[in-house]
């Protein structure tokens, strides 16, 4: 538990940890952002697994472009920037080397990174001609923009999961929209995962998911009764998930379990409280093992 002045690297030394394998195992962002009483995994890697552990060369692909959207911008209040409007796109993504499969996982993503960019671009030109390059910044020459910040959460020889923060701006709205995807690999097969393939069908696992969401979302600052619907045992509840070193990553779009702003919440279930819902001898064996 997370108490007065500690801070990650504090933590992290404590247990003889890294900052970089805490914020693996908790699914953290940025190190800096704890609060008192938040609870955290602790980590544990057995000496002999370490080496074993890295899973496939990663690298990191970026697509970066600007278009013109051939009208003039305006600003903020209205007035002529004296420029003219540009629709700005900058995208990481994850490109994975070694496994026989990597081609399909990379096909994959690539693919949705295809889509993606399509998809915006839709938006943004049908913004454009509907509103005229209103910027709703005050940055002249960047109120069109699209951007994909992938983040690996767990990565060795059979699984890669992966958290992908898309956000982007498009004119006459209000502000920037972030949401949360999330991706998931058997990389034996190259196939995705969905959160159905973990756990064993011969038990009641989407309450026992429910039950434990509902517990942990209690605790998360801006989540209200929403909860008990956004995360009720329905497996399309659960869609957006990870898992990490420490614990199985649930996400909840935005609105869906409380609050009033744009942030998708996202909570850990260490994997020992669904002990005995996992498929037996599945892919999540090794992670439990690793912890024990």
């Known amino acids: 538990m997370v108490e007065a002045g500690d801070s990650l690297g504090k933590i992290a030394e404590r247990f003889d940890s890294t900052v970089d394998a805490f914020m693996r195992a908790n699914a953290l962002n940025d190190p800096n952002k704890l609060r ?158 969905s959160i159905v393939d973990l756990f064993d069908p011969e038990t009641d696992w989407v309450e026992a998911v429910s039950a434990e969401a509902i517990t942990r979302l209690e605790s998360e600052p801006w989540v209200d009764e929403r909860r008990f619907t956004g995360a009720s045992p329905d497996t399309i509840n659960f869609t957006l998930y990870n898992l990490t070193q420490g614990g199985l990553v649930l996400s909840f779009a935005p609105y869906s379990v409380g609050g009033s702003g744009s942030n998708t919440v996202s909570i850990t279930i260490p994997y020992r409280s669904l002990e005995d819902y996992w498929v037996p001898n599945g892919l999540v064996a090794d992670l439990l093992a690793a912890i024990e």
């Open 36 to 193: 008192v009483g938040q609870m955290l995994l602790i980590p544990r890697e057995r000496e002999d697994e370490v080496e074993g552990q890295v899973g496939p060369a990663i690298t990191m692909e970026e697509v970066n472009c600007v278009i013109s959207a051939g009208v003039d911008a305006y600003g903020p209040t209205g007035e002529p920037t004296g420029t003219t409007g540009k629709i700005e796109i900058a995208i990481t993504w994850p490109r994975i080397e070694g496994p026989r499969e990597a081609p399909q996982v990379n096909g994959r993503l690539l693919g949705l990174t295809q889509g993606a960019v399509n998809e915006f671009l839709d938006d943004a030109i049908s913004s454009v001609e509907d509103n005229g390059y209103a910027c709703r910044e005050g940055v002249t020459g960047r109120c069109v923009w699209l951007e994909h910040e992938y983040e690996i959460l767990l990565s060795n020889d059979e699984l890669l999961s992966m958290r992908n923060t898309v956000s982007q701006l498009v004119s006459g709205a209000a502000g920037e929209s972030a949401t949360i995807r999330t991706e998931t690999f058997d990389l034996f097969t190259g196939e995705p995962l």
